[in-house]
T-cell receptor, first 115, second 111 residues
Framework: DAGVIQSPRHEVTEMGQEVTLRCKPI?????LFWYRQTMMRGLELLIY????????DSGMPEDRFSAKMPNASFSTLKIQPSEPRDSAVYFC?????????????FGEGSRLTVL | DQQVKQNSPSLSVQEGRISILNCDYT??????FLWYKKYPAEGPTFLIS?????DKNEDGRFTVFLNKSAKHLSLHIVPSQPGDSAVYFC??????????FGAGTRLTVKP
C-alpha cells in the first residue's frame, strides 16, 4: 500500500513567490495533518482536517498561509507571499480516526528554502 | 505555547546500555501519548504508544512509562543499538483529535 505522498520533495524559491505543497493521504484515512519542522520548535502543528473539514488552524502562523482539502485524497498548503523565515521541512500526515492505535502516518516531507 | 516539551536536545549512550528519553506535558486533557522515531530525510515513524489509563507499555526493547501526576513520560530502550540513532519525538493527543509534538531529542548510540 502506498503511504502518504508529498510533493515536491524539495522546493527552492525566491522571497515573495507563491509556494504550493501537496499531499495525498493514505486511502481510507479520514484525518489529515500539516506540520512544520524547525530546529527551535520541533514538529509544529499548523492545521488538521477531519473528513475534509478544517478543525483547528490556530497553528497557521500568518494569513500568508492557507490550506485546503477539496476531497478525501488531496490537500494543499499554500504560502503567499513566501518569506525566508518560512524555510523549513513541511510534513503531511494522515490517520484513520475511527480505528487502530490513533497513530499518524507521515509523508517524507517537503523541504522548502526561500531565498 | 509548547504543550509537549523535550528538554534534552541530544543524548549519547554506549551500545548495549540503556537509553532514557524524557518528555513533559502541560495539558491535563491529553489522554494518549506516543513516541516517534525520525531518520534524516524521512518522515517520522510511529514507535510505541500508551493510553492514560496505563502507566507502562512494553514492546520488545522499547518501554514507555507514564506518570500522570507529574505529567511526565519516558521512553526506555534496552539494550541500545547503533541503529537506534535517530531523532525521537514525543507526542500527545486529547481525545484522539489533534496531536502535539515536542521538539525532539537526537539519540546517538556509539558502537
Amino acid at each position: 500500500d502506498a503511504g502518504v505522498i508529498q510533493s515536491p520533495r524539495h522546493e527552492v524559491t525566491e522571497m515573495g513567490q507563491e509556494v504550493t505543497l501537496r499531499c495525498k493521504p493514505i486511502s481510507g484515512h479520514n484525518s489529515l495533518f500539516w506540520y512544520r519542522q524547525t530546529m527551535m520548535r520541533g514538529l509544529e502543528l499548523l492545521i488538521y482536517f477531519n473528513n475534509n473539514v478544517p478543525i483547528d488552524d490556530s497553528g497557521m502562523p500568518e494569513d500568508r498561509f492557507s490550506a485546503k482539502m477539496p476531497n478525501a485524497s488531496f490537500s494543499t498548503l499554500k504560502i503567499q507571499p513566501s518569506e525566508p523565515r518560512d524555510s523549513a521541512v513541511y510534513f503531511c500526515a494522515s490517520r484513520n480516526g475511527g480505528a487502530g492505535t490513533g497513530e499518524l502516518f507521515f509523508g517524507e516531507g517537503s523541504r522548502l528554502t526561500v531565498l | 505555547d509548547q504543550q509537549v516539551k523535550q528538554n534534552s536536545p541530544s543524548l549519547s549512550v554506549q551500545e548495549g546500555r540503556i537509553s532514557i528519553l524524557n518528555c513533559d506535558y502541560t495539558n491535563s486533557m491529553f489522554d494518549y501519548f506516543l513516541w516517534y522515531k525520525k531518520y534524516p530525510a524521512e518522515g517520522p515513524t510511529f514507535l510505541i504508544s500508551i493510553s492514560s489509563i496505563k502507566d507502562k507499555n512494553e514492546d520488545g526493547r522499547f518501554t514507555v512509562f507514564l506518570n500522570k501526576s507529574a505529567k511526565h513520560l519516558s521512553l526506555h530502550i534496552v539494550p541500545s543499538q547503533p541503529g537506534d540513532s535517530a531523532v525521537y519525538f514525543c507526542a500527545a493527543s486529547a481525545g484522539r483529535n489533534d496531536m502535539r509534538f515536542g521538539a525532539g531529542t537526537r539519540l546517538t548510540v556509539k558502537p
